[in-house]
T-cell receptor, first 114, second 112 residues
Framework: DAGVTQSPTHLIKTRGQQVTLRCSPK?????VSWYQQALGQGPQFIFQ???????QRGNFPDRFSGHQFPNYSSELNVNALLLGDSALYLC?????????????FGSGTQLSVL | GESVGLHLPTLSVQEGDNSIINCAYS??????FIWYKQESGKGPQFIID?????DKRQGQRVTVLLNKTVKHLSLQIAATQPGDSAVYFC???????????FGAGTILRVKS
């Protein structure tokens, strides 16, 4: 049983560019959440998708957008990249049953913005 | 605002000893707490969780204690092993949805 898979594992972009990160949830999960983890810090919630809609959003600008597909996989898009967007981007999947459902994380995409 | 913090950024223990990692949280509305372990180059790995209607929960070699009176959470690891070396995060879940708030993390170093 494959867990949460993310691609690519590493990515290098320059300021102003756009990037798309991809995530496939764990088998049986229908909800995908995205987190940003800066070096030396804990992950920060970006947003969550269920039934192809954004259900919750953290304190991130509109440059961060996402999408969920009918097969539950998800994409995270970041436009107009800034140096400060350099981080590990983590995808987590779960079942949408409200509060406290166990999240399973992927290994992340390491994004470097030069 | 909402925050989850850790008292000790780095903890060094001798192999075989017990480890205790502490965490303070500020949101009394949080109803679910989780401990994650993160090794270098990997995503956070679920260790153990506890709901707010409990004060203790045990897993394999790990125990989580929740003290709602002082908003304190701890992770106890028995007979710490070199493979336990990692960064440990506590996280709290707000009353609605699955938006986790993570603390900054504690580095656990196990000396052989």
């Amino acid at each position: 049983d494959a867990g949460v898979t993310q691609s690519p594992t590493h990515l290098i972009k320059t300021r102003g560019q756009q990037v798309t990160l991809r995530c496939s949830p764990k088998s049986g999960h229908d909800t995908v959440s995205w987190y940003q983890q800066a070096l030396g810090q804990g992950p920060q919630f970006i947003f969550q998708y269920y039934e192809e809609e954004e259900r919750q959003r953290g304190n991130f600008p509109d440059r961060f957008s996402g999408h969920q597909f009918p097969n539950y996989s998800s994409e995270l898009n970041v436009n107009a990249l800034l140096l400060g967007d350099s981080a590990l981007y983590l995808c987590a999947s779960s079942n949408y049953r409200g509060s406290g459902e166990k999240l399973f994380f992927g290994s992340g995409t390491q994004l470097s913005v030069l | 605002g909402e925050s989850v913090g850790l008292h000790l950024p780095t903890l060094s223990v001798q192999e075989g000893d017990n480890s205790i990692i502490n965490c303070a949280y500020s949101n009394s509305a949080s109803d679910y707490f989780i401990w994650y372990k993160q090794e270098s180059g990997k995503g956070p790995q679920f260790i153990i969780d506890i709901r707010s209607n409990m004060d203790k929960r045990q897993g394999q070699r790990v125990t989580v204690l929740l003290n709602k009176t002082v908003k304190h959470l701890s992770l106890q690891i028995a007979a710490t092993q070199p493979g336990d070396s990692a960064v440990y995060f506590c996280a709290e879940n707000m009353e609605y949805g699955n938006k986790l708030v993570f603390g900054a993390g504690t580095i656990l170093r196990v000396k052989s």
